[in-house]
């Protein structure tokens, strides 16, 4: 009994035992599982907004972490009552969020190096890091261009960085812009940047065949630092364009883009006079004998509408697929872009491929290549020039009743009569008058970057840029002006560019303090471009109007040239401490273009660059996050002249008793050399509060030793001017550029940035000690003391009310009714805008973005030449006129106004000189991006987003003509820029 007793004490004791270790433990559990909580959601890229695999998620301090899946999700528990998540991702910037209990779902999107403007910072040969230079660098990435719906990714520019001036030449598609950077350097040498693509010098003028996606970033070397490692052609500055790459992902990237849309004039104003308007000025003026303003009255066309498309399709198509790991990296497009432009006979078609690529050969071997191709077809209209043959010059000079249609729509003519106008219909003579260009092009780089031992590497590279360019014209013979005989020209013109560049680099650290950086290069490049044309006439079919259809030739002009250059260059780097930063650089350049006794030239600079932000005394500062000082010095050089103007050269062609001859055309030059530009900078950049960003710079640039032609008699060797090395120039200036994270939440993300540039310029000297020359038919002047592009014209001083006659000022300010040259003064007034800036905006809620960009020009002044056949008051009253001289023109005395009496022929005085500064609203984008957690669901899809977006919407000017954004000085017949309208898609797999 007293063992079976104390048994079932035992068990019972046991059980008791056992009820208090599990009350306890559940206790334990619950304390514990009260400090614990879930935390899930979705990781996706900022680029494509697609999932991303493999994307670890830390908690700090801890091993408890989770990767995401094929879809992008995560799910982690995690250990405590708050804790920081880090995401990070091979390529990607790493990230940090705190997280609670109440969290729940934390959604993340993580940005591409690729897209951290803070991060790396294209250079010239090779990429720095932001923050760690010296030079002034401004930096335009993929976003700001990737939807504008043109040919070329250049007008996406303008107003994007600070010192950069981005003009265009003409609104036909077809046509590059006019770069210039912190004002003109030059008086007869060239005023444009050198641009770099991939390590490759190119022209502007193939920027329409780049597909404006394939372009990752452009950034715009501004100071000396940053320039003079390009020596002899930097003078003007540098743009370097930089391609795509393959972004660090698990799995091929598939890209799909496509948009369609419209263009429209962006400025419609019409100050011309209708059919009404039209006979009452006929009746005023007696014009009106034999008129039959009956029948008329009947007809009021508006040649604006007959000239301009007001809905001319545009349409773009791009694919690509790119991928990168740690052996690979490849991008490869193809894209088709069709542009009809809004003036009759003009348009633009591309179609384009792309293949970069880079493979890791061995542990110590790198080879890429970054290859593209492009077929061209051009259709252009003629612009820029006072004649009836140009439809949109003639269009502001065909009077109202005349129809260029007849009524079933064909094209009236000359030949049947059913053309009332004077001269030739210039819509009929543009249809039997095509020029059509076509333009093949071919860019290719190959690489080779060893790494024989640690921190040493040795990068070769070679370029290839081809380009073929064909022309065919034809006038038909049936065209009433030809009587009967046709005509053909045919032309075809290659240009080959071989680049060579090789660099040697050393890196190393000292005492982890010092960190030395050391470069030396050799590049070499070698020019030629060569062509013919053939003109052929007599042809009488006009279905045969070829070449040889015709039955005499009637021009058959060439052309040869060639250039090359000779370069060796060096730099060193160094940074103490992240506090300190210097660069010095070297080259040397040997041209083709100058003579033995100055064929080298040497360059340098030297920068330095001190962070603040990084002293200790600074670190009790958290609302400042950054505090930069930077200043460079150093020179570079021009050499942007005829290839041949050194030599002494004979030319042929002159008939003597019917066999040819040649004849002295040129005189040798062999002591003229590099124009040379030394340049000054400082700068200031700051952060406030991780959300505010302020950068000043202020710069000083002299040009010495300039290239001009300078005016010699025609007796000394026939030519009338030669190439000298005379005078300076300077130019001096401030760039201010703010940005500011508005609002930046996980849903809600608004930024603002805005720049501002002023440059002065002025002339300091001129050749032999003279102190102005005047530039011929231009309405310029050089003048020591001015701009460089100052307009020197005579002063319109209004009209005498007593009897509507026009007064001018004398050059002592008396007024004057007679026109002299020698009361001309220089105005104060130029085409190089000193003012310039522009302003851009995003707002982002969750997947949807609305964005705005707009740029500015002031105090910018153009002869508006155009102004001057319409209000010229009895030049050219065969053809229509303004509605200014109707409404008013001077009439009886007493009038006060602008416009003299009918009969006073209107001189090229300064009453034409308009002011053409402008604020353009560039380009709105309203986009959307469907949520990752959607695209799921299709199993294919990664990304999509839909947008639509709208160019040159709103133009402010009180410019009179068609287009205020012109670059040249005076405005005559200039294909006037377009607003267009687009839809587009982009779908990623």
Known sequence: MYIINLKFYSQVKMRRFFLWVVFFVMIGVNTVMAQDFVVKGSVVSKTGNEPLIGVSILQKG???????????????????????????????????????????????????????????????????????????????????????????????????????????????????????????????????????????PISNSDFTSLNPSDIESVSVLKDASSTSIYGARAANGVVVITTRRGLSMERPKISFRAQYGFSQLARSEWNLMNTEERIAFEKLIGLDKGQDYAELSKIDVNWMDMVFNDHAPVQNYELSINRANDRFNYYVSGSFFDQEGIAQGSGFRRYNLRANAEVKAASWMKMGTNTMVSYEEIERTEEGAPTLSSPIFASRMMLPYWNPYREDGSIASQADGSWKGIGQNPIEWMANNPVNYKKYKMLTTLFAEVTPIENLTIRTQFGIDYSHTTSFMKSFPSYTLNGGMGSAGRSSYDGLNLTETTTITYRDTFKDDHAFTFMLGQEGVDYRYEGFQVITKGQTNDLLTNLASGIRATGWPEGYTSYAYLSFFGRTEYNYKDLYYADFSLRADASSRFGKNNRWGCFWSLGFMWNLRKESWFKDWDWLTNAQFSASTGTSGNSEISDYARLGLVKGGPSYNDQAGIYPAQS??????????????????????????????????????????????????????????VGAMVNQGVEINLGADVIRTADWVWNVTANVSYNRNELKELYNGVSEYTNASTGLRYEVGHPVNEFYLNRYAGVNPANGKPLWYTKDGEITTEFREE?????????????????????????????????????????????????????YSGYNQSRRILYDGWKKPGDVTDIPVYGEIAQLDDRFLENSSFLRLKNVTLSYAFPAQLLQKTRCLSAARLYMQGQNLLTLTDFTGFDPEYAGNVYVGQYPASRQFTFGVELTF
């Open 62 to 200: 801890t091993t408890n972490g989770v990767i995401t899946d094929y879809d992008g999700n995560y799910e982690l528990r995690i250990q405590g009552k708050s804790a920081t998540l880090v995401f990070s991702y091979i390529g990607m910037q790493t990230q940090e969020f705190q997280v609670t209990p109440s969290t729940g779902v934390l959604n993340v999107t993580l940005q591409d190096d690729a897209q951290l403007v803070d991060e790396v910072v294209v250079v010239a040969y090779g990429v720095r890091k932001k923050g760690t230079i010296a030079g002034s660098v401004s930096t335009v990435k993929a976003d700001k261009m990737r939807d504008v719906p043109t040919a070329s990714f250049d007008q996406a520019l303008q107003g994007q960085a600070t010192g950069l001036s981005v003009i265009a030449s003409s609104g036909e598609p077809s046509k590059a812009a006019t770069f210039q950077i912190r004002g003109t350097n030059s008086i007869n040498s060239g005023t444009a940047p050198l641009f770099i693509l991939d390590g490759m």
């Open 668 to 725: 040798s030059l062999d002591n003229f050399s590099w124009e040379s530009t030394w340049a000054s900078n400082l700068a200031l950049r700051l952060g406030f509060f991780d959300r505010l960003t302020a950068d000043i710079e202020f710069y000083h640039k002299k040009t010495t030793n300039m290239l001009m032609l300078v005016p010699e008699s025609y007796a000394i060797s026939g030519e009338g001017t030669r190439w000298e090395n």
């Open 823 to 875: 009361d001309k003064v220089m105005t104060g007034k130029t085409f190089d805008a000193p003012w310039a800036g522009g302003f851009s905006t995003s707002l982002t809620w969750k997947g949807l973005t609305l964005s705005a960009q707009a740029s500015w020009m002031a105090d910018r002044w153009v002869v508006n030449n155009d102004r001057y056949f319409e209000e010229n008051n009895g030049g």
